[in-house]
């Protein structure tokens, strides 16, 4: 079944206080280690309150988890789980025409201005513009920029207003209006001066969703194709600060539970060939994911390629001896000992419900 949210499933109303913020941290993408810390208890009872999350919603796997969490409006762009508050104002995007300015975010981060690409200065200075472009039209003040930028280590100086003063000439490039400006409750994009890549992702996501309920696969399969490529590669790559690195591992998480659900359509029209394609460029992408490992290999051996989805385990439980010191999970082992058992993959080629209770 896909993964996403439908309208016969219980919404996040039907959990508890505990289970929401797992929920929610979950779609923010961090792991059970990292939700065990934010909510101090052992890791062993965020993945049972995973496991019964799983069981209340409906759900197969924690990409669904992640899907629903978007879905249902626990997590939003840039938000990360700080549970920042939504804002009023509508995700940068123009009223009447299309903007100028585009700021890609899903990948290294560029900025182009009628086409034409803009310098941004160094690395810190481009952590700050993609943070307020993150925010979604919401103002950011100083201190909040410090944290989301520096974390822990803030710079000596009162160098906020000093990029922001950069970025704004970086951004006008000697004509029409600045793009960034500053009201009293902090900067912010101008609203509707700028198209944010990440903001017409979660667009795209929002109409997968509706195709996906309504039974259109054919059109779930072209807007999940539309979203995913609006990805060029990692996202936010080479940025520093606490929020980029979130965002990089929620965004990563999106992608992945996008692929899925897109792969799950492919199989069910007969596009074996094209989903495979997609899975192994993302495999090797993120090759120390055991989850996308596993769907390789169960798709592989759905199409009677026992052979190289046995090849793939043999590759990751490498990759993870090598770079990791590690074994292969028990979502890995799972998927391996059904190979060896020659067992029928099913429709469902993600991670099982166990999945995120562990081995």
């Not at 961090?30 to 009872?45: F, K, N, S, W, Y």
Request: proline fraction near 7%; glycine fraction near 10%; aromatic fraction near 2%.
């Amino acid at each position: 079944m896909p993964t996403t949210a439908t309208t016969d499933r219980p919404d996040a109303t039907a959990l508890g206080r505990q289970e929401r913020q797992v929920l929610s941290a979950v779609g923010c993408g961090l792991g059970d280690d990292e939700i065990a810390d934010a909510l101090a208890v052992p890791e062993d009872t965020v993945a049972e309150l995973l496991a019964r999350i799983l069981v209340k919603l409906g759900l197969r796997d924690r990409a669904a988890a992640i899907v629903h969490a978007f879905d249902c409006g626990l997590v939003a762009p840039g938000r990360g789980p700080r549970a920042r508050p939504a804002s009023r104002t509508v995700a940068v995007r123009a009223a009447e025409s299309a903007p100028r300015m585009g700021i890609s975010l899903l990948g290294p981060l560029q900025v182009r201005r009628d086409g034409r690409l803009l310098r941004l200065g160094h690395l810190r200075q481009q952590a700050v513009l993609a943070v307020l472009a993150l925010g979604a039209g919401r103002p950011l003040g100083q201190q909040e920029l410090l944290d989301d930028v520096w974390g822990v280590e803030p710079p000596v100086a009162n160098v906020v207003p000093v990029y922001i003063y950069r970025l704004r000439k970086a951004l006008c490039d000697g004509a029409g209006p600045a793009v960034i400006e500053r009201g009293p409750r902090g900067y912010q994009l101008v609203p509707g001066a700028v198209d944010v890549d990440v903001a017409r992702l979660e667009e795209l996501v929002t109409g997968i969703g509706k195709a996906d309920r309504a039974g259109e696969p054919l059109e779930t399969v072209r807007l999940c194709t539309r979203a995913l490529d609006l990805f060029r590669g990692e996202p936010l790559a080479g940025l520093p600060g606490p929020l980029a690195e979130l965002e990089r591992l929620r965004l990563v998480e999106r992608r992945i539970a996008l692929v899925q659900r897109k792969l799950e359509w492919q199989l069910r029209l007969g596009q074996e060939a094209e989903a495979i394609a997609e899975l192994f460029a993302l495999s090797a992408a993120h090759p120390l994911n055991e989850p996308l490992a596993a769907m390789l290999m169960r798709t592989l051996h759905r199409g009677g390629r026992q052979a190289d989805a046995l090849l793939v385990f043999e590759r990751a439980r490498r990759r993870l001896a090598d770079d990791l010191g590690v074994p292969p999970s028990g979502v890995l082992r799972r998927a391996h000992r059904m190979i060896l058992r020659g067992d029928e993959a099913g429709p469902g080629l993600g991670p099982s419900a166990g999945t995120a209770a562990g081995p």
